[in-house]
């Protein structure tokens, strides 16, 4: 990659990893911090297409205790694993699955009032969605193996690894 | 770092490639760790500023218990019921103990098919059986007669073409009903000019009861069911469900600790802007002379006498009729709440629920005072009872008025406040404290910025505990629409069907039920101050010493 990257380029995209991990993880460790936080508010709040299967999911409160308990570390596992360059084509595989589910529970879709309004004007792009496609970009350009402990990884993991977790 | 050096040399003498770490890679490889340190201050402040510095239970304290419901006890013995009225409010109580009407049951069914997401038929095939069974119906219009047999013998809670069980014995009269051995309990859901004589009659003949509001249509009568009812020692449940809500029973804590300081203003509300909320109900198919026992509709001679004699008395006789009460007349069967010769008015319909959940929170007991105005400013179909009220109660022992105000052509709506010195609290399933600006008891948590006054900063949810700090924003948005539903120890209840089942367990464990007889006198004679106050245009007070109500100065 070294080749193919100009150093300015390669700074700007550790930029974006580092970004996206640093509000993942400062989400995550909130809500963690949080004792009464629940993601069950949010989901009773989904609308579009799946909307009804997240609204189920709040109704059960085993279910919504899960779905709490997932959504919180896996901000912050994501969150760290991007920070630090730590795993992280994974972290944006799973970044990405995170992000297209909220996308899915809350799409910008005309005609959607969400109780909890965005705090701009959105039709179909969203700030998740533009979050997603960035760690699109993370993932095509894994500079965790030039900047981040992937460069250690890199070395002493097989080969195989570099194709979807480094 | 040590531990991934470890790694780092027994990895490379696995694979044996010694290829060492330089300075450089190294800093490469931990570039950004610091930045964990940056956020961790971050995150640290945010813990102490936002969730710690909440604490207010130095200053709030209420307990973190969820509502208290009289349990059923195992092997409880079964309840035969009978059923006095199966109206719009009968048909809704028998679904409440688990009787729907199979046509019911097929618009719910229908309705799922075409969303999957309306859950009303499983959350009423879910319903807890309450162990009754329906022994005895009455109701003096065939088809609803019918109807009420079919609904009793629904049992399995099945529609059209399902199985049932052996319909229940219909009545023609409810005295021939309350005569039956075979029946415990009796529900008065009839209309209200016939709630005390037949709530009376059911108490003489030891049935248990639960009778419909408001307790009474006259003044007289209201003695008399309570005489009645003490005398023969049966459990007495009046309907106000809301005796069950949660919410409620939070407040109710809240002023017990003396959290809204001083309450001087509660302001209440029943607004609605429908033709059916405004008791124009449909005519109903079936229906006529041929069907329907006018002499019985007429009501009992000596509640009607009780009601000539005291209009008379007062010169209030454009009150009364206009149509001759001998009178067949369809829309005086179906829409008996828009004439007094039959109806408790707004006053007696709909002030009576919010009076008893003041009563419930407050414990206010019958005012010292009422004064009503109002008139009929919308519906001008020819009916007498106003569309539109407002009447204040005065408790000047405890240095507190209560305005209820109520119009039939808007639906907007104002909420139970409960205004105190320190904070003023908002009433519906939910519940929300904003504290006062210049409040005594949160003064120096306002000061330090800990608890706003521009917002509520307490919210009670039912079935979440939290009590003990200030509410987020957050859970205050969601709060205030009403997303985060109400549970009962996780299952979804309708407040009705709580309060039969209280009142079925107290007769099974020999308990007073929430709204019994002395809550019933309280309201029905409450009620009655406020409609004689709008009738005579005065004041009424309430002599506590002789138990009358006594007439003011007329205005």
Redesign the interface.
Known sequence: MENRLSKIQLSWLVFLR?FIG?HF??EG??KV????WTA??YL??SHGWFG?IF?RMAGS?GVNSFVSFLNEWALVIIGLGL???CLARLSSIGGIILLALYTLSHPALLGIEY??PFEGSYFLIDKNLIELVALGVTFVFPTSR????D??FV??LPESFKKFII | MEK?KG??SS??SR?G?P?K?GRR?VI??????P??GA?AY??IR??KN??LGRDISDVFSLSSSDALYLQPKANGKQIRLGLIGFGIRGKQLMRAIGFAEPSYIDSLTEAKKKN??DTRYDLFREQDDLNVVINGVCDIFDVYSEAAMLTGSNIYREGSGGKFGPPPRRYGTYQELIAADDIDAVIIAAPDHWHGTIAMAAARAGKHVYCEKPMTWTVPETYMVRAAVKEAGIVFQLGHQGRQTASYQKAAEIIKNDLLGQVSLIEVCTNRNTPNGAWVYPIIEGSGPGTIDWKQFEGDPARIKEYEDYMRSCGLERFMGPQERSRFSLERFFRWRCWWDYSTGLSGDLLTHEYDAVNQIMHVGIPHSAASSGGIYYFRDGRTVPDLLQTTFEWPDRGLSMLYSATLASSRDRGKVFMGHDASMEVSDILMITADRNSDRYAGKISKGIIPTDQPFFTYVPG?S?VD?VT?A??L??AQ?G???TYVN?KRYDTTHLHLREWLECIRQGETPSCNIDMAFQEAITAHMGTRAYLEGRTMYWDKEKEEIVRGEKA
């Open positions: 580092i640093w993880l400062y460790i909130v911090l949080n004792p009464s069950k508010a009773l709040d009804n609204i409160e920070l630090l360059g109780q909890m030039e900047i981040g402990l460069r250690y070395r002493v | 991934n790694k780092d990895e490379e694979k490639n290829g770490m890679e490469k490889t931990l570039a950004t760790v930045l964990l956020l971050g995150a945010t813990r936002k969730y999957p997401d979440q939290k700090a987020s957050t859970e948005y969601f629409r997303l985060l539903y996780g």
